[in-house]
């Protein structure tokens, strides 16, 4: 059997992430767009960390998605190791409401970009659609889908509100 190759790989600083960033996972899943979902934690696991970054280029993952809490330091961290785009998705936290989340991520010194999103399932869904807006420029079936996706978004907005 034909192993699956992961183009977008969501990673995560903890278990109680993935209520959030399921949400990528879930628009990737709509895109057909074929992806990994793995914990690994800057501090907690950092050999983990270190690995994965460094070899996600040669496992053919073309956009890495993010999400971390709190110091929130595994965005910029994984971006150090690679030239992949890393796209950050600050999550909300229970102390600072996800504020320290997204002045950590997107407060990145110059050298080492990394795209930052909105705080919490807005800045997971779309992570997930610049994912697919990145691999698009090359890959003509997701940039199908992508309109189609959006086709169908559009037409969900009815023109009048209800009462
Ligand atoms: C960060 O710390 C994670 O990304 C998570 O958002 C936050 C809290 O992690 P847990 O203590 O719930 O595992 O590393």
Redesign the pocket.
């Known amino acids: 059997m034909k192993k699956m190759v992961a183009e977008v790989s969501i990673i995560?600083?903890?278990?109680?992430?993935w209520s959030v960033m399921s949400d990528a996972s879930f628009v990737l899943d709509e895109l057909n767009i074929t992806h990994e979902k793995k914990i690994i934690?800057?501090?907690?696991t950092p050999d983990r960390m270190s690995e994965f970054a460094k070899s996600a280029a040669s496992n053919g993952i073309k956009v890495i998605i993010a999400?971390?809490?709190?110091?929130?330091?595994?965005p910029g961290m994984v971006a150090s190791y690679t030239q992949i785009p890393v796209l950050g998705v600050p999550?909300e936290?229970q102390a600072l409401k996800g504020l320290d989340?997204l002045y950590s991520i997107v407060q990145m010194p110059a050298g080492i970009p990394v795209a930052t999103f909105a705080i919490g399932h807005a800045g997971a869904k779309n992570s997930a659609l610049f994912a697919a807006k990145i691999l698009s420029l090359e890959n003509k079936n997701i940039s199908n889908s992508l309109k189609k996706w959006r086709k169908n978004q559009s037409e969900k907005v009815a023109l009048y509100p209800s009462n």
């Not at 999400?67 to 595994?74: D, S, V, Y």
């Open positions: 995560m600083g903890s278990q109680t992430d934690s800057a501090h907690r999400g971390a809490g709190g110091a929130a330091h595994l999550i936290t989340s």
